[in-house]
């Protein structure tokens, strides 16, 4: 599975004045949890074809993750025109994702 965490990712602001459905995944490259539930937020986003999936690389310092008070990596989060809708911390199955998903 490629890395494809966008980093910088986009601002607060972009997100906050966005539209539509977004799930953003906050993580990094070499982080084991993030490289163990990719597939299953992969599998559940594959039938929510409506959903841009945006990875954000986090870190310390990283203002976004911040903004979204990000502590434990993947965090998942849903927005449905740039308003929080639902997060997951850790999600370990593509039903956890789905469930995540389903808020929006």
Not at 23 to 29: I, K, R, V
């Amino acid at each position: 599975m490629p890395n494809n965490y966008l980093d910088p990712g986009p601002t607060r602001d972009e997100l906050d004045s966005s539209t539509g459905l977004k799930l953003l995944e906050f993580g990094a490259p070499w982080c084991g949890h993030c490289q163990l539930a990719a597939p299953a937020v992969e599998e559940a986003l594959a039938e929510f074809s409506g959903v841009e999936h945006v990875k954000v690389e986090d870190g310390p310092g990283r203002p976004l993750g911040r903004s979204f008070r990000v502590k434990l990596w993947p965090t998942l989060i849903a927005l449905r025109d740039g308003a929080e809708a639902a997060r997951a911390v850790r999600p370990e199955t593509a039903d956890a994702v789905r469930a995540l998903l389903r808020q929006l």
